[in-house]
């Protein structure tokens, strides 16, 4: 995460009022998110029962697109319009609540879905903090 | 679209009650609003008084992401999650609305700021008349 | 592809001395794959024989991550990089070639595959024409 | 790191004679490296004299794209195929190259272009060192 509080640090106009650590872990959160979704979906496709993984897998490819997008919209500061932070954020929070509800039901018998059901409620709840955070 | 529609076709399960003239009509605007706002931003780089246009750019360039990625997500129907459509096609019109209200101020100064400002509605609008279609 | 040819003729400044209708043909070749793609992956997602397909599913969400990436990237023409532009188209080529031959051996039996094959040899095609005429 | 480690650790299949550690690295360094180009060209966008810095931003765009699928491919094991890998490393390694370059001639005058201009350094030696390893 150093790299993206360096980037914060170095942003040449005022970042606002922003809560800056609920900022640098939700931008984390969402590009971790979307590259262990990218995994899991493709672990799920390597399974022999891939034909009982396959909601998991579709849920999981969204996650990892919602995810990635909602990360390089954080990740910009200048013209802030919190009319469009708010409403991915939003779809961020309930992908990765759908996502990590799929990917739960399978965490007793996959690893992998296990450690991405964690993944997913750990962006939840970064983008439900600063949601909150906006006010 | 000819080669949506042909998907849509395709598509071996149920597509459930969707309306597919809707559906075709909004992935196709997600995708031609995405490539639009990647060329208006680069567009808007090129132009002598940048410094004018960096609320604008930035705009096209966050739209870009979400329409690409509501695009990918309209494009799949295994395990749909009607709740991660409505969201992303929320997130989607609001941000085609703001990207396109930003191009429109410099419309009559610069073609691709015209350009990309109608494509930003026909996005909004289908985003806005499928969202309605899903009841 | 009119938007594609439209944003083509507003930009700025000089395009230098690429081949237009070839730059125009790739980009809307690229993002017309990469939405078949996805749709690939998805319809063969769905399929009960989606064991037979993994390594198909693979290939095409390759080909839908490479192809979008490519027609971002021609869509950009402000401080042209040659050696960036040769090195994604060739990617592009090599994926769209690979995600062809995979879809091709299941296009007697799913009708998406044999529709995303045709869509992945159009698109190889045209990387490996602009590609011949960037010289 | 530790989530793309763990992910790697659950793959259900072979991994086949990849070497994991710069693997698992040229993953990270590809997100990290897509987080940094996307911040920097925002952040380009917010400088008084942006103008000076339109080719920066382009190469920071086009950076964050390749480098973003460059990891998700990477992520990828499922029907493993050399000559994709291959080719989008190549790519990435090249943008990585470009960039590197065109944000260390502004590294004096704007810290967010030296800490991403090390970022892209950082990227395009782990492409090159998985490159290599894959003989």
């Known amino acids: 995460m150093t790299h993206i509080k360096e980037m914060l ?8 009022h922003i ?7 939700c931008i984390a959160a969402c590009f971790d998110c979307a590259q262990t979704c990218t995994a899991c979906a493709d672990a799920c496709l390597s399974e ?5 993984l396959s909601k998991c897998i579709r849920s999981n490819l969204d996650c990892a ?9 954080l990740s910009r500061h200048t013209g802030y319009d919190a009319n469009v ?4 954020l939003e779809a961020c929070r309930t992908v990765c609540r ?4 799929n990917c739960e039901e399978h965490s007793g018998m996959h690893e992998h ?6 993944m997913c409620r750990r962006c939840e709840k970064a983008c439900d903090e600063l949601i909150s955070s906006l006010g």
Chains 1, 2, 3, 4 share one sequence.
């Open 9 to 16: 640090e170095t942003y040449p106009k005022d970042l606002g």
């Open 19 to 25: 809560d800056r650590e609920k900022l640098a872990e």
């Open 48 to 52: 022999d029962k891939v034909a009982d």
């Open 65 to 73: 697109d919602i995810c990635e997008t909602s990360g390089r919209i």
């Open 85 to 88: 932070t708010r409403s991915i």
């Open 98 to 101: 759908s996502c990590g509800d």
């Open 113 to 118: 879905c296990r450690v991405c059901a964690e």
